[in-house]
C-alpha cells in the first residue's frame, strides 16, 4: 500500500474593513517552516571519490507522538514555505522489520552493505557479495522510537582505510537482476537520518543511473554516482534532496549528462568515508513531489 503524506495547506485570509462588509483575517498556527542545516568540510565517496558537502535537513522535535500527530510533525519541519515535498511516495518505511524495500510502484530491491574490504576492517550488518541469503540485512530497533517509527535501516563500523563502507538497495532487481526504474514522476528523494554516538559526522547519499552504474554500460569499476554529502548530528533530521541537486565527484567516468536521468535510476545508497567509525541510521525514505 502507498504511504502518502499530505501537507497541509496554507490557509489564506484577506482582511480589511469597508463601509458596507468585512472578512476577517485569521492564521492557522499550525504551519512550520522547517529550518535549512547547513553544513561544510569533505568526505569520500567511492573509489577515490572526493565530493562537496551540502545539505538542507530539519530536526526532529519530538521522539514519541501517536499516529494521528506523526502527520503534524512531519508538516511543520518539512516546511512548506521552504519548497518542501507536498507528497512522499514511501520507498521503505522499515516497519515491516525485514530486508526488502515496500514491493509498490513497481520497486522490487533489498538492502545490503557494501565496504573497501581492508583488512580487520568490520561492517555491520556484514556484506554478502555472493548474494547468498545467508546473512541479510537485519532493521535496528530503535529505543527510543522516532514518533511511531520503531525501526530503521542502520549500518555500522570501523577501520576502512580506502574509501570507506556503506548500504543500500537496487530499486529493481526482480530475481536478482539489476533494472532500470523510472522515477520521472518525482521531484527527489526525502528521508530521516542520525548518527551514533562516537560516529563520523557525515554520509553521502548516492543515486545510480546509466551513466553512472555497471548496469548502464557506460562506466565499469569507475563508475562516479550521482551523489549529495550530508552533515548528520545524533538527532534525527529529515532530509529533502532533489534530483536535481545531485552532482557527480568529478573522479571517476563522467555519465555524459549534467542531470541524473530520473526516467532510469538503478540504486539508492548510503556511503561514508574514511572514518575511525561509523554508525548511520536512515528511516523513513520516499519519492517526494
Known amino acids: 500500500m502507498k504511504n502518502r503524506i499530505f501537507l497541509h495547506g496554507l490557509n489564506l485570509a484577506l482582511c480589511g474593513l469597508a463601509v458596507a462588509a468585512f472578512v476577517a483575517c485569521g492564521d492557522d498556527g499550525g504551519e512550520g517552516s ?26 526532529d522535535p519530538t521522539t514519541t507522538a501517536t499516529s494521528s500527530t506523526t502527520t503534524a510533525t512531519t508538516t511543520a519541519t518539512t516546511g ?76 555500522w563500523g570501523s577501520g576502512f582505510e580506502t574509501w570507506g563502507a556503506g ?42 543511473d546509466p551513466g553512472t552504474d555497471p548496469a548502464g554500460a ?23 534532496i532533489p534530483f536535481a541537486d545531485l552532482k557527480q565527484g568529478g573522479w571517476g567516468t563522467p555519465a555524459g549528462t549534467d542531470q541524473i536521468d530520473a526516467t532510469q535510476l538503478y540504486s539508492i545508497q548510503f556511503q561514508v568515508g574514511v572514518a575511525p567509525e561509523f554508525d548511520v541510521y536512515i528511516d523513513d525514505l520516499g519519492f517526494y513531489n
Open 34 to 59: 522547517g529550518g535549512a542545516g547547513g553544513g561544510s568540510g569533505s568526505t569520500t565517496s567511492g573509489t577515490g571519490n572526493p565530493t562537496t558537502t551540502t545539505t538542507t535537513g530539519t530536526t
Open 80 to 155: 512548506v514555505g521552504g519548497g518542501g515535498p507536498q507528497t512522499v511516495e514511501m520507498i521503505d518505511d522499515m516497519e515491516d522489520n525485514d530486508n526488502a524495500i515496500l514491493a509498490e510502484g513497481g520497486r522490487v530491491g533489498y538492502w545490503y552493505t557494501f565496504n573497501d574490504e581492508t583488512a580487520g576492517a568490520t561492517q555491520m550488518p556484514p556484506p554478502d557479495p555472493e548474494g547468498t541469503g545467508e546473512t541479510p540485512f537485519t532493521m535496528t530497533e530503535l529505543a527510543p522510537a522516532r514518533a511511531q517509527s520503531t525501526t530503521a535501516a542502520r549500518s
Open 167 to 208: 548500504f543500500g538497495f537496487d530499486l529493481n532487481s526482480p530475481e536478482g537482476v539489476k533494472a532500470a526504474y523510472d522515477a520521472s514522476a518525482y521531484a527527489g528523494i526525502t528521508f530521516w537520518a542520525k548518527v551514533g554516538a562516537g560516529s563520523i559526522k557525515s554520509a553521502t547519499v548516492l543515486i545510480s
Open 218 to 240: 557506460v562506466c565499469t569499476d569507475e563508475c562516479d554516482k550521482w551523489n549529495k554529502t550530508l552533515a548528520l548530528t545524533e538527532e534525527w533530521q529529515q532530509f529533502t
